[in-house]
């Protein structure tokens, strides 16, 4: 008899245990990594649409000035513009939309959709008093917001502010494209600029069909004649054309303008150009040639 039998037959009598031999270990199976969860959607941000009665009590703004427009598009131009106007204040690109409102708690949104104010009012009273706040401040009447990415979100805009006043501010596709590229270039190559900016463009004309009574000026015809196009834009605004509105790009309280140089003098005198010619046909690529056709640069 094998030792090891005797020796599990004493330690079974005394102990109830025996002794094993080992089995060989395994190499643990490396784990599989978890497939990473899709990002969840955000809800939409439920408000309702304040009716004419309804102004008084939430909304401070009247008649706020909205630039749809996409990316270098000219949209700096505009605003220093307008902004020499002394009933507009326009100020830098606020960026309202991506300010959000959270419950810190279920209570408080009870509390809340008690008084008839979901997340979505909420947002919009603060976007309210945000730019209420910033025209108070400026001491005008009219405050004119030109954030290119409000394009994307033109609908609610509108149902925020009923009486919000549009104006579609259109450049060549091709020299959106162009100027997209050339601002970051290492960031992006043409191609990539050219679709980037092109889901601009596409909001921008959405605005445009489905905004009724707003005011569509292009780029190249205010650097062409700036007095003709600020007069009728300033008759859309319902003020008063100012000749000091060609008096712009110097220094205010709020911001230095770069990269205009002296265009102040030229817009005076007229022989501000473009900065360069117009696309050729054959330099329109077929991703923009629709919307290059239905903004008028293309047959």
Sequence with gaps: MSLMRNLNRALTATTGLQVRKAAPATPDRPKKAAAPKPAAKKPTAVYRCPGPEDLATDRLLRQPVFIMSPVRSGSTLLRMLLNTHSRLHAPHELHIRRLEVGYGSKLSQKAMSALDLERGDLEHLLWDRVMHRELVKSGKDFIVE??????????????????????????????????WHEGDPDKRTYEEATADALRYMKAVER???????????HYEDITADPEKEIRRLCLFLGIDFEPTMLDYGKKDDTQVVK???????????????????????????????PLCQAWGYSE
């Design 146 to 179: 030109k954030t290119p990415s409000n394009a994307f979100v033109h609908q609610r805009i509108k149902d925020c502010w009923p009486d919000a006043r549009f104006v579609f501010l259109l450049r060549h596709p091709v020299s959106i494209a162009r100027s």
């Design 259 to 289: 990269g205009l140089g002296d265009w102040r003098d030229k817009i005076r005198t007229g022989t501000v150009q473009a900065g360069r010619a117009l696309p050729s046909e054959d330099e329109i690529p077929e991703i923009l040639r």
């Design 207 to 217: 605005a445009r069909e489905g905004i009724t009574g707003g005011h569509t000026v």
